[in-house]
């Protein structure tokens, strides 16, 4: 239990927890993820999981999965097995805790029967198109269905009828009889239940009716002993329809029924990406990303192919925050976190994207060493290991400049710089193609400066990574960018398409990279940093001898540098 001073430095939702156990209204907290298995989750539902997953955690008490699986024209089982792996990947642990909403099917019967019984129900043979202009607006009332006044025991026969498959589907409704003038829409005599023959993933042919979710949703938390119903904020005014459901239960059912209490928080959106699931199949469908796990899709499982880690999420999503009204994050603080912890996790390798080659003239040929490199200098006790170092090597083609201006500090004709671990090395000669392109670099080495530091004391400016021609493994990588280039790709003027933002160079491949040998039999989702470069992660296309490494994030928001330089213009 927790004590005055502490409840005050809780965010609002524990804050009323930290009450509700206070006062004795619960004994245990008992929450809940709720996902309709209808699609991947995004960043977005990472939010409420760990809303849900951290208060059961903090209080001793109780976390639920539970799939809403309520529609069977849109629900697939890949879609379970897929929740399951991102809830499972973010930590959060919901042990017996697995339920699905369909098997309460048979009890969400029964509690429609009671309210059929008590003449708070009745079947609607209005069509759907109908049934939502008699709804009215906000300004007018709704009007009542001439059905409405069907008696208790017709409605119960032709309840009965459409369980047993009689009717086709759409040609009939159950609806609450609530109030067809109540200020909030929600209220106004809602479906409850739709005919349906369809085949369902978890009950097969069992059921052709089936509830809707603000019907089945407080009657699920109510068999499951849910205490704290949690909630994004475009459900806050669903919760009167909540609330009038399971109080009419608890009035005329004949077993005790259990209330839960529905709390609402702001989801998040986040800048350069857009989270509606209707978009994102969208951009699916067209064509203008690959799949629900392309790298660049703000989906759980395309962040974890790209290489985040939920360690990441957890720190973005903890600094975000729990709160009353709908924000917008930085995907900047977001890349932000991630580096903070990839640059504690990550090992270091070296990788060239761009290969230049270079010779080493006075280096003896068929010769070659091993040389230390650090794998982790945050991590001391990662230790080092061993890359192969010989007379032909790989250089960034960006780390050479035949004329260079000022401030260039890399490798140029005449001037010495330092190979990482290595040795100091000086441009004596280029080679270039017909176009006047240099394909190939000649340079000397100083033997004295091996490991990188000259005992005369001289220093150099540039350091250099590189790979062994010899040992070097040839592979692709894949440089993800933001998906947009606008903030908030949804605000286009009239006449626009928010599509138009999508970025053009939010991926570029690049093949004939050159890594170190030790990168050559890498399992996918391995992480690491290319010096000098950036993160990486084994993508699933890999194959032995010819990975591909996806960046995940740049050493530092050059984004964001580049926007302000774009202003500047």
């Known amino acids: ?233 475009e459900f806050e005014n669903h ?27 702001a989801r998040f959106n986040l800048t350069y990406t857009v989270m509606s699931k209707r978009k994102l199949r969208e951009l699916i469908e067209g064509g203008y990303v690959n799949g629900w796990d392309d790298p660049r899709m703000p989906t759980l499982c395309a962040l974890r192919r790209r290489g985040f880690t939920p360690e990441a999420i957890g720190e973005f999503l903890d600094r975000v925050g729990i709160a009353k009204f709908t924000g917008t994050s930085e995907i900047s603080l977001l890349e932000h976190c991630l580096r903070r912890d990839l640059n504690k996790s990550s090992p270091r390798v070296m990788a060239v994207l761009r290969p230049l080659k270079v010779v080493i003239t006075n280096y003896p040929e068929g010769k070659s060493e091993e040389l230390d490199a650090i794998n982790n200098p945050e991590d001391p006790s990662a230790g080092v290991r061993k890359v192969p170092f010989s007379r032909e090597i790989y250089i960034e083609r960006d780390d050479f400049m035949e004329d260079p201006p000022r401030k260039f500090f890399r490798l140029a004709p005449g001037r010495e710089v330092r190979l990482r671990y290595a040795y100091f090395i000086t441009c004596t000669d280029i080679v270039k193609d017909d176009s006047g392109q240099p394909v190939e670099l000649h340079c000397t080495y100083d033997p004295a400066t091996r490991g990188g530091d000259a005992p005369d004391g001289r220093k150099v400016k540039g350091t250099l990574h590189w790979v062994s021609a010899a040992h070097a493994i040839d592979a692709e990588a894949r440089l993800y960018d933001h998906l947009f280039t606008r903030e908030d790709p949804s605000d286009v003027p009239e006449g626009h398409d928010w599509k138009e933002n999508l970025n053009p160079a939010s991926l570029e491949v690049l093949t004939g990279c050159r890594l170190e040998p030790s990168l050559a039999s890498v399992e996918p989702g391995y992480r690491c940093q290319f010096e000098r470069l950036g993160y990486f992660c084994a993508d699933p296309d890999s194959t032995p001898g010819a990975p591909v490494f996806n960046r995940t994030v740049t050493l530092r928001d050059t984004w964001k540098k580049m926007q302000k330089m774009q202003k500047k213009q």
């Open 239 to 265: 919760r009167p329809l909540y609330d009038w459901f399971l109080d009419r239960l608890i009035e005329h059912h004949g077993e005790h029924v259990h209330k839960p209490e529905q709390t609402e928080f």
């Open 1 to 233: 239990m927790t004590n005055p001073e502490q409840t005050q430095s809780l965010d609002f939702i524990r804050r009323k927890i930290a009450d509700d156990l206070e006062s004795g209204k619960y004994d245990r907290v008992v929450t809940r993820f709720p996902p309709e298995p209808n699609g991947y989750l995004h960043i977005g539902h990472a939010k409420a999981i760990r809303i849900n997953y951290g208060i059961a955690r903090d209080f001793d008490g109780e976390f639920h999965l539970r799939f809403d699986d309520t529609n069977p024209v849109k629900e697939e089982a890949e879609f379970v097995e897929a929740i399951k792996d991102d809830v499972a990947w973010l930590g959060c642990d919901w042990g017996e805790h697995l339920y699905f909403a369909s098997d309460c099917f048979e009890k969400m019967y029964a509690c429609a029967v009671t309210l059929i019984k008590a003449s708070l129900a009745y079947v609607d043979d209005l069509p759907a198109d109908r049934i939502s202009a008699d709804r009215g607006t906000l300004t007018t009332p709704g009007v009542e269905s001439p059905f409405r006044r069907r008696s208790v025991e017709e409605n119960l026969e032709l309840f009965e009828r459409m369980k047993a498959g009689e009717f086709p589907d759409g040609s009939r409704v159950l609806r609450a009889k609530i109030d067809m003038s109540h200020p909030n829409m929600n209220m106004r005599d809602p479906v409850m239940y739709r005919i349906l023959h369809a085949h369902h993933p978890h009950r097969g042919e069992d059921w052709c009716i089936y509830p809707m979710y603000d019907w089945a949703h407080g009657i699920e938390d109510s068999i499951e002993g849910v205490t704290h119903s949690l909630c994004s904020l």
